[in-house]
C-alpha cells in the first residue's frame, strides 16, 4: 500500500488501526456471533472509539471529513474477518445517515448525529418495500401531513440494522406519482405504531435484518429531510458512495478467499504432496488473484475520479457487478479448495460463500446495475 500513488502515511496508519481492532474485537467471535445471529451492541461504541462509525461526517458532529480512500481502507479491512454480517450492521450508518448530515436541518442534525457516530445510538436506512427494492420511483409507503406531524402508513423489508435501529432514514411518498412524490423522512425508533419482525437469511446472519411496519406512526414534520419531493434526489446520491463501498468489501472478502485457501493448500497434503503443488489447484489460486488484482484497480480509479467530483455512474455500476463477480468466482474456488473442510460451518471461506448473493443483490442487482450503466452510456 506505501507504493501507492493513491493511499498515504495516513491511510497506512488507519490501516494498522483497524486491523488491530478486528482482529482483536471481531474475527475471535465471528463464528459465534453468526450462530448467536447477531452481535452485542457494545461493538458500535468500541467502533466509533477507533474513529470508524466518524469517517466521512462534519467534526461538529464527532466525525472525521476524510476521502474515498479512508472509507476502502476501512471496509477492507473489516471484510478480513470474513464477517460480512457484522459489517453490514456496524456500518448501516454509513447509508442511513448520510441523508440526515446532508439534508436535515441544523436542529436535527446536533440532536442526533452526535449519537450516532458515537455509537450510542444504530441508524438504518428504509428504503426497500415488499412490492419493490430498487424501483425507488414507485415506492407506496405514504406520509401524510397532519399539522406538525406526518402520519406513516406502510411496510419497508430486508432492512439492515431495522430490528434495533434508534433512527431510521425512510422513503416515503408525501405526493403523487413518480419520483418527484418521493420524500424522506427521519423515523424514531420508537414512534408508536412501528413494528418490527426479524427475517432469516441465507448469509449475514450476524447482521440484524427486519420488515417494518408503520401502522398511522406519527412522526413530527421536523424530521423531514429536506423539502418535500427531494427524497428520490438524494437517495441517488447516496448509491454512488453505497456501490463503491460494497464493491470494496466485495474485493476484500475475495481476497481473504485467496488467502485461506492458499494457506490451506499449503498444509494439505494429498497423494504425497500438498495441494499447493497440484498444477490445477496453482491455476485456480493465479485466477482468483488476477481478478482480485484488476477488481481493485477500478475500485482505486473510480474513486480517485469520484474525489476529483466526478460521478462516473455507468462504470460505478460495473465496477459494483465486476467486484461482485469476483467475489462470487473466489469464494466459489476457495471452498473448491477446501473440499469437504470448506463445506463446514466455522471456516471463513464457508461463510463468505453463503454472503455471495446478498452483494449481488443489494444496492441494486446486477441486472439492474448493466441496465443503468447501459443507459448512462446512451446504448
Known sequence: MTDSLFYTADHVAFRDVVRRFVQREIEPFATEWDE??????????????????????????G??????????????????????????SLNSHSIGAPPIARAGSP??????????????????????????????????????????????????????????????????????????GVSLLLIPGDTPGLT????????????????????????????????????????????????????????AASRVCLEEATAYAKERVTFGKPLSKHQVIRHKLVDMAQRITASQAMLELLAW????????????????????????????????????AGFMRGVKVERIYREVKVNAIGGGTEEIMKDLASRQMGL
Not at 66 to 82: K, N, P, S, Y
Not at 116 to 137: C, N, R
Not at 153 to 167: L, Q, V
Not at 196 to 224: E, I, Q, Y
Request: glycine residues 12%; contains cysteine; hydrophobic residues 40%.
Open 36 to 61: 448467536a445471529g447477531g452481535f452485542p451492541r457494545e461493538l458500535y461504541e468500541k467502533a466509533a472509539a477507533i474513529g470508524l462509525l466518524g469517517l466521512g461526517f462534519p467534526e461538529e458532529y
Open 305 to 340: 475520479r469520484v474525489q476529483q467530483g466526478e460521478s462516473p455512474v455507468a462504470e460505478i455500476c460495473m465496477l459494483k457487478n465486476q467486484a461482485t463477480q469476483t467475489m462470487a468466482f473466489c469464494a466459489s474456488e476457495a471452498v473448491q479448495i477446501f473440499g469437504g
Open 63 to 88: 466525525g472525521t471529513p476524510t476521502d474515498q480512500f479512508m472509507w476502502i481502507v476501512a471496509t477492507q479491512e473489516l471484510a478480513r474477518a470474513g464477517a460480512g454480517g457484522v459489517s453490514a
Open 107 to 180: 436542529e436535527l442534525k446536533a440532536r442526533v448525529l452526535p449519537e450516532i457516530l458515537s455509537g450510542k445510538k444504530i441508524s438504518a436506512l428504509a428504503i426497500t418495500e415488499p412490492s419493490g427494492g430498487s424501483d425507488v420511483a414507485n415506492l407506496r409507503t405514504t406520509a401524510k401531513r397532519d399539522g406538525d406531524f406526518y402520519v406513516v402508513n406502510g411496510e419497508k423489508t430486508f432492512i439492515t440494522s431495522g430490528m434495533r435501529a434508534d433512527y431510521i432514514t425512510t422513503a416515503v411518498r408525501t405526493g403523487g406519482e413518480g419520483p418527484g
Open 196 to 251: 418490527r419482525t426479524p427475517l432469516k437469511k441465507m448469509g449475514w446472519w450476524a447482521s440484524d435484518t427486519a420488515t417494518l411496519h408503520f401502522d398511522n406512526c406519527r412522526v413530527p414534520a421536523a424530521n423531514l429531510l429536506g423539502q418535500e419531493g427531494a427524497g428520490f434526489m438524494i437517495i441517488m446520491l447516496n448509491f454512488n458512495s453505497e456501490r463503491l463501498t460494497m464493491a470494496a468489501g466485495c474485493i
